[in-house]
C-alpha cells in the first residue's frame, strides 16, 4: 500500500458541478495517483489554475485533512438542493493502493447516507465491498474503456487492473447494489483496435452505462474518420442497452450530425 505525504486544507467542499449528468460534486483529494494519458482533462485543469505544477506533482496526490469537518458544516446547507451527491469528478475517492483515500471516502458516503443524501461514486480502483452495506439508493461505478491491460497499464500506468475493477463492481452488484460503467474516453481505432460489444458484454449486468468519445487527443483527431467512428459507436451502445433494458447516457459531443461526419 501507498501512504499519502502531502495533505492540504481547504475552506469549502460541496459544489454544484456543470458536468451534464451530474448534480453536486466533493473532491476531497488533490491530484491522482492513476495518472491517466489520455490526457485527464482534470489534470489539464487543475495545471490551468497552478494547482499542481506538473505532471509528477499530480500523481502524488495530496488529501483534503479537514474534508470531514468540512461536511459536517456544509451538508445541512445542501442537503435539501442535492438530488445526487459525486465522488469525484477532478480525482478519484478510491485510488488504487491508497488505504488513506479509500478510509475517508468510506467515511465520508456515511456522513452524506447519514444526512439523507445519495452517493453515486465512480473510481478506476477498487470499490470496497463495505460498500454494499451502505444506502442502497447509492450508485457505484467504475471506468473501463478497454479489456486490454497491456493498453490498460500505458494509458492508465497507475490505476487498478481493468479485471479488479469489474470484479469489484459485480460483487456489488451481485449485493444488490446499483451499479454503472463509464465507457469514457473511449479511443479510435488508430489507438487501440478492439470490439466495443465485447467490452459492453463485459458489462452487461449494470444498471446504467455512460459513453463518451476522447477529447483533447491530437492522435484522435488525426483519424480522419473519427466522427463517423463515434457515430458508430454510440448506435452500438443505444442499441445494445435497449436490448437488454440497460439505462444509457451518450455524452455531449460523441454524435456528429449526420451531415458532418467526415
Known amino acids: 500500500m501507498k501512504k499519502i ?14 458536468v451534464e449528468y451530474g ?31 506538473s505532471y509528477e506533482d499530480w500523481c502524488e496526490p495530496a488529501i483534503v ?42 467515511a465520508a458516503i456515511k456522513k452524506i447516507n447519514a444526512s439523507g443524501v445519495k452517493c453515486s461514486v465512480l473510481t478506476k480502483g477498487v470499490l470496497p465491498i463495505e460498500l454494499a452495506q451502505m444506502s442502497k439508493d ?20 497507475g490505476a487498478a487492473p481493468w479485471k479488479e475493477r469489474l470484479s469489484a463492481l459485480k460483487a456489488l452488484h451481485d449485493a444488490g447494489c446499483k451499479t454503472w460503467v463509464s465507457i ?3 479511443p479510435t481505432p488508430n489507438i487501440i483496435k478492439q470490439d466495443l460489444i465485447q467490452l459492453l458484454e463485459k458489462v452487461n449486468f449494470v444498471d446504467r ?15 480522419s474518420d473519427h466522427k463517423h467512428f463515434f457515430n458508430t459507436c454510440a448506435t452500438e451502445v443505444i442499441a445494445y442497452c435497449d436490448k437488454l433494458g440497460i439505462d444509457y447516457h451518450i455524452k455531449n459531443g460523441t454524435i456528429t450530425p449526420q451531415c458532418d461526419t467526415k
Open 5 to 18: 505525504k502531502k495533505f492540504i486544507h481547504r475552506k469549502t467542499l460541496i459544489y454544484k458541478t456543470e
Open 138 to 157: 447509492n450508485e457505484y461505478g467504475i471506468t473501463l474503456i478497454s479489456t486490454d491491460e497491456a493498453f490498460r497499464e500505458q494509458i492508465e500506468p
Open 209 to 223: 452505462i455512460i459513453f463518451g468519445r476522447m477529447n483533447y487527443n491530437k492522435v484522435v483527431t488525426a483519424y
Open 184 to 186: 469514457e474516453p473511449y
Open 65 to 106: 485533512e479537514n474534508a470531514l469537518e468540512l461536511l459536517d458544516a456544509e451538508l445541512p446547507k445542501f442537503k435539501n438542493k442535492i438530488q445526487m451527491l459525486h465522488l469525484c469528478f477532478t480525482t478519484d475517492p478510491f485510488m488504487y493502493e491508497y488505504d488513506e483515500v479509500r478510509d475517508m471516502s468510506i
Open 23 to 53: 448534480d453536486y460534486t466533493m473532491n476531497h483529494v488533490l491530484g491522482c495517483c492513476h495518472g491517466c494519458l489520455y490526457p485527464c482533462y482534470a489534470y489539464l485543469l487543475k495545471k490551468r489554475f497552478g494547482e499542481v505544477k
